[in-house]
């Protein structure tokens, strides 16, 4: 399903797909009228790019939409208003509905063979402000930001790094940027097109007011004083986070800008007058004028939308509110209920730490037999018919059935339930001796007590660990569920503290022959199983710990061969083998897979598709279904 406009390995040049006309006429904004008349704002003729990205609606099965109207949607902490930028989804290269790579804010991508990449820019393109945006803006991010040490003391990110090196990097003219590695770099046309993507540039001419480099000792300090902050670099990474968004004067690329203010539970976003997008009929881009974001409880999340206080709302739901959602729009709600298929390679799943800092526990976290113990002492269907109504997909973590690499041997592979085997594995580890209660006993004494941690968002995880509390108890397991906050929880888990934890499976779980399976090996931190492998990774050696198990060892192996080679076929079967070891060796848990996933929708909101993947990775949950196309129809449509 996830493929590239040509396979990297050529020379290949990744443009818009979308048909468009030379040029269209282009017509005024409403919602910048006032401005332009009053003359401190040019003409939309003028705002977008000399080459926008003309949109042909027609060709992609939608309608062409009205500008107007403010969406209203909710997030349950203020943080979470950083998901305007996954939801906006302007990106250098992006994927479109149907996982294609192509060109976005830039015009396009030379690639040639697999090692240069030539980044053309838009002629005429700004930033939100009205400053041009030019190669300048990668040339700070790259010299004054990546390689500046008291801003970025492990300097440039981790996919800009082949075999220990990182590329050289030109500016030859204000459109033109050029990344060139001695090796192919596989990993970094899909890593500009992530959720959350890396941001290779800055708009230079607002941050350079911050910078040391660009400003005078005595003007710096009297920031930093201003500020409150210790030092420029402080004040400077404050102030430059294009992902939090919590900087209004930030200028921006994405289709809604944050309006400045000191709002706590509501936040507005109002259209970028200079965004690069524009239907075939010379309409800009985005259709919708504004999106308000409120900050809500928790739990009433799913109250709040059945109450029709969201337009579009998926965030926050889960498979538990559908049956209450449903009734209220039979009730005559003015919404309606959509269910997509969830992407992530599993619902649910149990994460016993590699790099648990209890030596004792680690040696028995680390035994293969464990895992597969544990993994038959839950009892799937009962998780599935209680509380997902046997809709779900029984088994442990592996790509979904939607991907080319499925193997339903994978799936199902020690992920029965058999509580005599998974006792029978359990006693073959020498772990035989119990209390009267039944509860195992380490080697040193102490009860073969299992803590689980949680982030505490999903009752549909606790209701889970309550099942398999029952059943664990049978195989002499005692489960202990520990919930904390998301932050915390990861912060526990990565410093090695968190014995075990409960999250989702992979976010990309129909990976394609194009997809890099580096997050099958312990590359990163964020895997659970894992963190300090993936610290060491990540940070070259410097903090962590190196893999020090065969399979783990195998496995980075495996990742760094797939980089190496174009050969589809090899890549299928590097694929083949880390899945084959993850099913093997249980290093996350799965539980279900494919619990449909609610997404609401107002009943006047156009442009939403009916059917889709709810998935971060890739596709950014509603990002690839460009919400700046999504618009409101009249007032009693249907």
């Known amino acids: 399903m996830f493929k590239l406009a040509a396979p ?142 008291e801003l970025a003391p492990s300097g440039p990110p981790d996919f800009l790094r082949v075999d220990g090196e990182y590329p050289q990097v030109n500016f ?82 994405q289709p809604w800008m944050r309006v ?43 109250a709040k939308t ?14 538990r509110d559908i049956s209450i959602l449903k009734k209220g729009e039979l009730e005559g709600g003015n919404y309606r209920v959509l269910l997509w298929a969830n992407g992530a390679a599993s619902q649910i799943t149990i994460y016993p730490n590699q790099n648990y800092a209890d030596p004792a526990w680690r040696k028995v976290l680390r035994d293969v037999r464990f895992r597969r113990a544990l993994s038959m002492g839950i009892d799937r269907r009962m998780i599935n018919r209680a509380l997902y109504f046997g809709l779900g997909q029984e088994g442990g973590m592996a790509v979904l059935s939607q991907s080319p690499f499925f193997n339903a041997e994978y799936r ?47 009752i549909e995880v606790e209701n889970t660990l309550q099942i398999i509390t029952d059943t664990w108890r049978e195989i002499g397991v005692r489960l202990i569920l520990r919930p904390f906050s998301r932050d915390t929880l990861r912060n526990r888990v990565y410093s090695g503290v968190s014995m075990a934890s409960v999250w989702y499976g992979w976010d990309n779980g129909i990976p394609t022959l194009d997809t890099s399976p580096d997050y099958l090996a312990p590359r990163a931190q964020e895997f659970f199983a894992w963190p300090l492998w993936g610290q060491y990774f990540q940070t070259d050696g410097e ?41 093997d060796q249980q290093y996350g848990i799965g539980i279900l897979s494919e619990a449909p996933q609610p997404v609401v929708i107002s009943r006047r909101l156009r442009n939403v598709p009916e059917v889709a993947f709810w998935a971060w990775e890739p596709g950014a949950q509603f990002g690839i279904h460009r919400p700046d196309e999504f618009f409101f129809a009249p007032e009693g449509a249907q």
Do not use: C
């Not at 919708?288 to 928790?298: K, W």
């Not at 059945?306 to 498979?319: I, W």
């Open 543 to 583: 903090a962590g710990e190196a893999p020090d198990t065969p399979e783990a060892i195998q496995l980075l192996g495996l990742s760094r061969k797939w980089e190496k080679t174009g050969n589809r076929v090899e890549r299928r079967t590097i694929w083949d083998r880390m899945l084959r070891i993850h099913a």
């Open 260 to 302: 400045e203010g000191k709002a706590t539970s509501r936040f507005m976003f109002v259209r970028n007058p200079y965004y690069h997008r524009v239907d075939s009929r010379g309409v800009q881009l985005p259709y919708l004028d504004a999106v308000e974001m409120s900050v809500v409880g928790r739990g009433l999340v799913a």
């Open 172 to 253: 030859p003219d204000p459109l033109t940027v050029v990344y060139e590695w001695a090796k192919p770099n596989t990993h970094f046309i899909p890593t500009l097109a992530q959720a959350r993507p890396p941001f290779i540039l800055r708009p230079a001419h607002y941050l350079k007011q911050f910078h040391a480099d660009f400003a005078t000792a005595e003007t710096m300090e009297q920031k930093i004083d201003e500020m409150r902050v210790r030092s420029w670099a402080a004040m400077h990474n404050k102030l430059d986070n294009m992902y939090k968004l919590d900087n209004p004067d930030l200028p921006t690329l």
């Open 412 to 458: 199902n592979a020690w992920s029965q339930f058999d509580l005599q085997q998974a006792n029978a594995l359990l006693d073959e580890m020498g772990l035989t001796q119990r209390r009267a209660d039944g509860i195992r006993l380490l080697p040193d004494g102490r009860p073969l007590s299992i803590v689980v941690e949680t982030a505490g968002e999903r």
């Open 306 to 319: 059945n109450a029709g206080e969201a337009d579009l709302q998926a965030r926050g739901l889960g498979f």
């Open 8 to 149: 990297l390995i050529a020379t290949l040049m990744l443009a818009t797909p979308f048909k468009a006309s030379a040029q269209v006429a282009v017509k005024e904004t409403a919602y910048w009228q006032k401005q332009v008349a009053a003359g401190t704002l040019p003409a939309a003729a003028d705002r977008i790019p000399t080459t926008p990205l003309i949109v042909d609606l027609a060709t992609k099965g939608r309608a062409f939409g009205t500008q107007g109207g403010t969406l209203k949607t909710m997030v349950t902490r203020a943080k979470d208003i950083r998901q305007m930028v996954p939801f906006g989804y302007a990106r250098l290269v992006g994927y479109d509905e149907d996982y294609i790579l192509s060109a976005d804010i830039l015009a396009s991508i030379e690639v040639h063979k697999g090692r240069k990449f030539t980044l053309h820019l838009r002629e005429n393109h700004r930033w939100s402000d009205g400053h041009p945006l030019t190669s300048t803006d990668f040339e700070y991010w790259w010299k004054h930001v990546a390689n500046n040490a």
